[in-house]
T-cell receptor, first 114, second 115 residues
Framework: NAGVTQTPKFQVLKTGQSMTLQCAQDMNHNSMYWYRQDPGMGLRLIYYSASEGTTDKGEVPNGYNVSRLNKREFSLRLESAAPSQTSVYFC?????????????FGPGTRLTVL | QKEVEQDPGPLSVPEGAIVSLNCTYSNSAFQYFMWYRQYSRKGPELLMYTYSSGNKEDGRFTAQVDKSSKYISLFIRDSQPSDSATYLCAMSAGYYGGSQGNLIFGKGTKLSVKP
């Protein structure tokens, strides 16, 4: 039982390049989330998927797109990376056994945009 | 005013001290309160979960919620160097997935426990 996994762990991009961050969970959770974490800003919600087939914007969605590929997988895409998107990105999931609103986090992806 | 306020610290204490971490919030609809611990360069992990007002104890950790004051606390007794981490409070109004169930996080308090 791996929990929430994220790939890649680290990435360096040049301004204007695109990339997709991958997230998968093996806990049969219904809901999945993408956050970014910046010094002094805390965790900010980018997009979430309350259930398979639905996605919604969070607090800071501009510059990002998401795909809920199936119940297990939720990807985050940066179409044209900007230095302001340098951050640590966390994927989380919730909705299995136990409290449905308890979120379980992956290890994060450290992204630098030059 | 931010929905959730948390003093970022840093907070430095000697080993064995009692630590008190706090958050205040403005949304009276919040009913579910959590504390997450985040070690350096790791993802947050759930530490404590409470519903509505009251206390909950788990080993050296006690979570306290005072909804009338919109104030939550986490107490750590007999603190250890291994408790050195950033502690994030989180809360939500709803139980299920969807906007009401989404968590609102504090910015985190960085704690250092010195041997």
């Amino acid at each position: 039982n791996a929990g929430v996994t994220q790939t890649p762990k680290f990435q360096v991009l040049k301004t204007g390049q695109s990339m997709t961050l991958q997230c998968a969970q093996d806990m049969n959770h219904n809901s999945m989330y993408w956050y970014r974490q910046d010094p002094g800003m805390g965790l900010r919600l980018i997009y979430y998927s309350a259930s398979e087939g639905t996605t919604d914007k969070g607090e800071v969605p501009n510059g990002y797109n998401v795909s809920r590929l199936n119940k297990r997988e939720f990807s985050l895409r940066l179409e044209s990376a900007a230095p302001s998107q340098t951050s640590v990105y966390f994927c989380a999931s919730s909705g299995g056994g136990g409290a449905l609103n308890t979120q379980y986090f992956g290890p994060g992806t450290r992204l630098t945009v030059l | 005013q931010k929905e959730v306020e948390q003093d970022p610290g840093p907070l430095s204490v000697p080993e064995g001290a009692i630590v008190s971490l706090n958050c205040t919030y403005s949304n009276s609809a919040f009913q579910y309160f959590m504390w997450y611990r985040q070690y350096s360069r790791k993802g947050p992990e759930l530490l404590m979960y409470t519903y509505s007002s009251g206390n909950k104890e788990d080993g050296r950790f006690t979570a306290q919620v005072d909804k009338s004051s919109k104030y939550i606390s986490l107490f750590i007794r007999d603190s250890q160097p291994s408790d050195s981490a950033t502690y994030l409070c989180a809360m939500s109004a709803g139980y299920y997935g969807g906007s009401q169930g989404n968590l609102i996080f504090g910015k985190g308090t960085k704690l250092s426990v010195k041997p």
